[in-house]
């Protein structure tokens, strides 16, 4: 049964970045609507779209300081904002605004994609409150905090668990460092070294230990959670 | 807070004008006390050549005779005696004890001011040949009378000039308390980090006014550099990242040479966290001592950013401790706070080798929190130490050995130190490098 695809607006003045964003959007199985200016955006955002991708020194204002603006009148779409202003302070500032996730220009593709689907996943699971998520052998216990794979008990620090709810919440997908950093560790800057990758190596040997390959390097910029895939 | 220099000021010049006052009125009082005495002194001469010319003529008959006319007057004081000091003439019974006579004529001289019941008296007493002793004397009563209200007058004006100067004063020290104190609150919301903060209403056309407007056009100023500052740092990331931006995307279409494309980016993530350093460091230098900072738990930053590190430490071969006690409250921003201390272990684990030690320590200590990271890693070189928190500031040896690095990190963690009024210092340990910062209690 074909269904309408997601529709992902963009606001963005660069129509060269606008145009890379639109192709990620398509690669995606989305369809792309560009405005170039802030009035104009603003304008669409009451539509039906499932995210906004906005930028901030915009023909008209900045980004951010519109989204209040844009949620007074209608916009329920997920907000990611796309900007040069990528400073650890700018991010929280986009975030303490409103935006529900905040990536710094230049973005790779591939961290692009990520957050997108991270996105559109949170749009549809919002509201569900699964307390036990299983995934073939491995079984997440939400209230419980614990983890289990085939029935036996995988001790895992309290940071772990929070480390493996946000892979389940994106089971399957890409997620990269700097998602991790923002989502777990609630840190917007970037560190330099690669500490977390130290992080999920632990939980993947105990992972492991325990039999499950659940956890993956994805070629690149991050991890995926395929615990289905990967027995 | 009370107006003590303005009001010491009123009280000062309330004296000033009272004592020149009072020493106006002294002058007028002397002159005044000289032209009755003198009044007095020529009333009484002119006796004299009266009772003179009667003596000239039948001689003490004569003096007896004028005396006994006018001695019921009051104002004078008259007597005339025979040789055995029994009275022939006057006011007065017997010869008063303040005065003795002198001389034997009637000439001017040797005028003597005595005191004669209960008041006083300016006369001359003489032995007039043949032995009789003769008092002509005029009362001063009315004089005294006259200064005595004049002291008065002058002690009632001199209190009453007093009380002007002290209300005076206070009303004027009050009003200007008023003004400056519009001023002083502006002072206080910029202080607070408030650049926006004006005083409300017209300014008045006084040296206040006056006052208030520089004050306002300073701090327009301050406002617009710092507005200037803030854009020139979002230019300067736009500028920057938007062409890096291009160049990524570009990347992504080469085909066929991953690790070239990986070091690229690398390269770039790289030249993106310098000016990302540099722009973090202005900001917090410029926003120094304003307001925007909220309740933080340090304890719980600490712990988080602890807990981030430890395990990459650990892999490293680190003996680490953390010392935290919980619910230290610190007036911050959390991710400034996350930024610094990550630079500072990162920078620790960075330096230190296999079985180096490394602790967190956060304790409450007087009025602050302290936290101590030690290490007993290289440490710093020595001629390092001074310089070791300026931009740019990297040891040769490092460069040497080829740890990489843009002597960023530590400026930056003085910058975040003085935006929280924190106090960084370096102790001087036997070995390693330890890093003191003793944060403001909330």
């Known amino acids: 049964m074909p269904t309408a695809p997601d529709r992902i607006l963009i606001i963005e003045d660069d129509p060269e970045i606008a145009e890379a964003v639109a192709s990620e959007v398509r690669g995606l199985g989305c369809s792309a609507t560009i405005a170039t200016t802030l009035p104009e955006g603003i304008a669409l955002a009451a539509q039906d779209f499932r995210v906004i991708v906005l930028d901030r020194m915009l023909p008209g204002g900045d980004g951010v300081e519109a989204i209040a603006k844009m949620r007074a009148l209608g916009a329920g779409a997920m907000i990611l904002v796309l900007s040069a202003l990528g400073r650890a302070a700018n991010r929280v500032e986009g975030l303490e605004k409103g935006a529900d996730d905040y990536l710094p220009k230049p973005f790779e593709p591939e961290e692009l994609r990520a957050r997108l689907r991270a996105l559109l996943r949170r749009a549809t699971m919002q509201g569900q409150d699964n307390d036990l998520l299983v995934f073939g052998p491995l079984e997440i216990r939400m209230k419980a905090r614990t983890v289990h794979i085939n029935r036996a008990h995988v001790a895992v620090s309290p940071k772990e668990f929070e480390l493996i709810s946000y892979f389940a919440q994106n089971a399957g997908q890409i997620v990269t460092r700097m998602q991790l950093l923002e989502n777990v560790w609630h840190l917007h800057f970037d560190p330099g070294t690669n500490v977390v990758d130290v992080h999920v190596g632990r939980l993947r040997r105990k992972l492991e230990e325990a039999g499950s390959h659940a956890i993956q390097t994805a070629r690149g910029e991050g991890y995926v959670f395929a615990p289905l895939a990967a027995v | ?442």
């Open chain 2, 1 to 442: 807070m009370k107006a003590r220099f303005t009001l010491k000021l009123a009280a000062f010049m309330a004296m000033a004008v009272s004592l020149l006052s009072l020493l106006a009125m002294g002058l007028q009082y002397r002159l005044v006390e000289t032209r009755l005495t003198e009044a007095t002194t020529a009333a009484l001469n002119a006796d004299l050549a009266g009772y003179a010319a009667l003596y000239q003529q039948r001689r003490i008959i004569a003096l007896r005779q004028a005396i006994n006319d006018r001695a019921s007057t009051g104002a004078e004081l008259l007597l005339l005696q025979d040789r055995n000091h029994t009275r022939l003439a006057g006011s007065e019974t017997a010869w008063p004890p303040a005065i003795t006579p002198q001389g034997s004529d009637f000439s001017t001289n040797a005028v003597q001011r005595f005191h004669h019941q209960g008041s006083d008296w300016l006369g001359v007493a003489r032995i007039l040949p043949g032995g009789f002793p003769l008092l002509v004397a005029r009362s001063l009563t009315p004089v005294e009378a006259t200064l005595a209200s004049l002291r008065k007058g002058m002690a009632a004006l001199g209190g009453v000039l007093l009380a002007a100067g002290a209300v005076v004063g206070s009303l004027a020290a009050k009003s200007v308390m008023t003004r400056i104190a519009r001023i002083n609150n502006l002072a206080d919301q910029v202080a607070n980090g408030d650049l926006t903060a004006r005083i409300p209403g017209p300014s008045s056309p006084d040296e206040f006014g006056l006052l208030e407007t520089h004050v306002h056009a300073m701090l327009d100023r301050i406002e617009n550099l710092n507005r200037a500052t803030h854009r020139l740092s979002d230019t300067i990331a736009h500028e920057l990242r938007t062409p890096l931006n291009r160049m990524v995307q570009k990347l992504a279409q080469i085909e066929g040479q991953p690790e070239l494309t990986a070091q690229l980016k690398a390269e770039m993530r790289n030249a993106i966290r310098v000016f990302d350093s540099l722009l973090d460091i202005s900001r917090a230098e410029a926003d120094q001592g304003g307001g925007g900072l909220l309740p933080v738990d340090l304890s719980a930053v600490v712990a988080e950013v602890w807990d981030l590190y430890e395990p990459l430490a650990e892999d490293k071969g680190l003996i680490c401790t953390l010392n935290c006690a919980p619910d230290l409250q610190i007036l911050g921003d959390r991710n400034l706070i996350a930024q610094m201390l990550s630079n500072l272990i990162d920078n620790a684990i960075k330096y230190c080798a296999q079985g180096d030690s490394l602790s967190l320590t956060l304790q409450t200590s007087g009025p602050q929190h302290c936290l101590i990271l030690a290490d007993s890693g290289p440490g710093l070189p020595a001629d390092l130490r001074d310089a070791a928190f300026e931009r740019f500031t990297r040891a040769p040896r490092d460069q040497e050995r080829g740890i990489k690095g843009h002597g960023l990190g530590l400026a930056l963690v003085r910058a975040i130190a003085a935006r929280h009024g924190a106090k960084l210092s370096l102790p001087e340990v036997d070995a390693g490098l330890t890093v003191e910062i003793l944060w403001p209690k909330l």
